[in-house]
């Protein structure tokens, strides 16, 4: 009986170096050492964002970036609304040094040579004792200032060419300029409700006027005039010492 060559040189002494046939099992989806040089990650570990969790974070984000610019926008108009109040105060000082300034120029305040108001006459009548009215003044509202201002430089027979109402007389009077200040509805362009409104020469940039310019009527000085005045605080008397 022959033997096999494997049992024959195992009798004789002789082991074969060549390494056994390892025999693995079924895989079953579980690591096995020898199997592979990484674990298999589970599914579920490398599985994207669910509806859910989508749906979630949109509604998150959405509410975020709604709450960030609601504050931006709310710094953004309260910014222009401080901005719009310190140009509005500018332009009120501007208007007010303006009329102070005329104030003081003036030779007459709210009086002509034969009429001067008080509780019984109105500026209306001292305005129009003045030889003003609808005609110069245009469609006037309430009278809140009438102002008789010198001019300084002497008033020529004839305007000299290249200036106002060249080749003809000065605008009566030459001597003085009529200021009337009246308080009538805006007009547009111009805030409502009311304005304050100039007649009279306009002063040349270093404040002199200039004898050859004609009065110009209803320049707006200032716009958005309340119609009602405001309350005045009940004063708090104070208790007997």
């Known amino acids: 009986m022959m033997l096999r060559l494997s049992q024959f040189l195992q009798r004789l002494g002789w082991r074969s170096r060549l390494p056994r046939t390892v025999r693995y099992p079924a895989r079953s989806g579980k690591w096995r050492p020898g199997l592979s040089s990484r674990p298999r990650l ?25 709450i960030v610019g609601n504050g931006l926008m709310s710094a953004l108009n309260a910014t222009k609304t401080a901005e719009a109040r310190t140009a509005r105060r500018t332009e009120l000082n501007r208007a007010f040094d303006f009329v102070t300034n005329e104030i003081r ?49 002497q008033a020529p027979g004839i305007c000299p060419a290249g200036g106002p109402n060249a080749g003809q007389a000065p605008p009566t009077p030459t001597d003085y300029d009529q200021v009337v200040y009246d308080v009538r509805p805006s007009i547009q362009g111009w805030l409502g409700p009311r304005s304050v409104t100039r007649y009279g020469r306009i002063p040349q940039s270093n404040g002199v006027i200039n004898p050859c310019s004609s009065p110009v009527s209803s320049d707006t000085l200032i716009d958005a005039i309340s119609t009602t005045m405001p309350t005045a605080p009940k004063t708090v008397p104070h208790p007997p010492s």
Do not use: C, K, W
Not at 48 to 54: A, C, K, M, V, Y
Not at 118 to 131: D, K, M, R
């Open 42 to 66: 589970h599914p579920s570990s490398t599985a994207g964002l669910s509806l859910i969790e989508l749906l979630t974070s949109t509604v998150i984000t959405t509410i975020v970036i709604l």
């Open 105 to 153: 120029m003036a030779e007459s305040i709210n009086r002509t040579n034969s009429l001067s108001a008080s509780a019984t006459t109105s500026l209306a009548a001292v305005v129009q004792n003045a030889g003003l009215g609808s005609a110069q003044l245009g469609n006037f509202g309430a009278i809140a200032l009438y102002l008789e201002i010198p001019i300084e430089v």
